[in-house]
T-cell receptor
Framework: DGGITQSPKYLFRKEGQNVTLSCEQN?????MYWYRQDPGQGLRLIYY???????QKGDIAEGYSVSREKKESFPLTVTSAQKNPTAFYLC???????????FGSGTRLTVV | DAKTTQPPSMDCAEGRAANLPCNHS???????VYWYRQIHSQGPQYIIH???NNETNEMASLIITEDRKSSTLILPHATLRDTAVYYC???????????FGAGTTVTVRA
């Protein structure tokens, strides 16, 4: 996974519950991202962070929250306010020199 | 608003070159062309990027037209493991954000 660990790989949540997806990297990259992917669709940006203690909303931030207390970690919380949370969630980092993203292997979240 | 246009799908014979087109007629002078691919249920993988010159690496070649309004990703000898969704993206150098559309689903057949 290029130094990015996402856990768990599969996650089941009951409606009305918050759930936190983990993303850890050892690539020493400054920028980190969360994307959502629905079946047959492209990726949509949820949140991104360019430096520690700073993050910005992406295109579909409603119902999600993030924190960036450490360079290595960028957890994503899917709150009960997210109307349709079932999806494949991908975490990524960006190498500022090569301009290439490295993606984790993803977490597949299912609301039951 | 989509910045790139790609065919939704294409087939390729194993061992042959796969040529994946991408139109980006509104590309700006400071925008790069990036290619990524996503094998089923995995995270996308960076392939190559370029500004205006043709680029080649161990995975693929990128041919950008002189007017920069279109490009072609070439997989020189496609294998079954190249079956994936391929994304063409344009983005400025300092944007720090890439927008992934639906891409082209490439199926390599034996």
């Amino acid at each position: 996974d290029g130094g990015i660990t996402q856990s768990p790989k599969y996650l089941f949540r009951k409606e009305g519950q918050n759930v936190t997806l983990s993303c850890e990297q050892n690539l020493n990259h400054d920028a980190m991202y969360w994307y959502r992917q629905d079946p047959g669709q492209g990726l949509r940006l949820i949140y991104y962070s360019q430096i520690v203690n700073d993050f910005q909303k992406g295109d579909i931030a409603e119902g999600y929250s993030v924190s960036r207390e450490k360079k290595e970690s960028f957890p994503l919380t899917v709150t009960s306010a997210q109307k349709n949370p079932t999806a494949f969630y991908l975490c990524a980092t960006l190498d500022g020199d090569s301009l290439g993203y490295t993606f984790g292997s993803g977490t597949r979240l299912t609301v039951v | 608003d989509a910045k790139t246009t790609q065919p939704p799908s294409m087939d390729c014979a194993e061992g042959r070159a796969a040529n994946l087109p991408c139109n980006h007629s509104t590309i700006s002078g400071n925008e790069y062309v990036y290619w990524y691919r996503q094998i089923h249920s995995q995270g996308p993988q960076y392939i190559i990027h370029g500004l205006k010159n043709n680029e080649t690496n161990e995975m693929a070649s990128l041919i950008i037209t002189e007017d920069r309004k279109s490009s072609t990703l070439i997989l020189p000898h496609a294998t079954l493991r190249d079956t994936a969704v391929y994304y063409c993206i344009v983005s400025p150098y300092n944007d720090y954000k890439l927008s992934f559309g639906a891409g082209t689903t490439v199926t390599v057949r034996a």
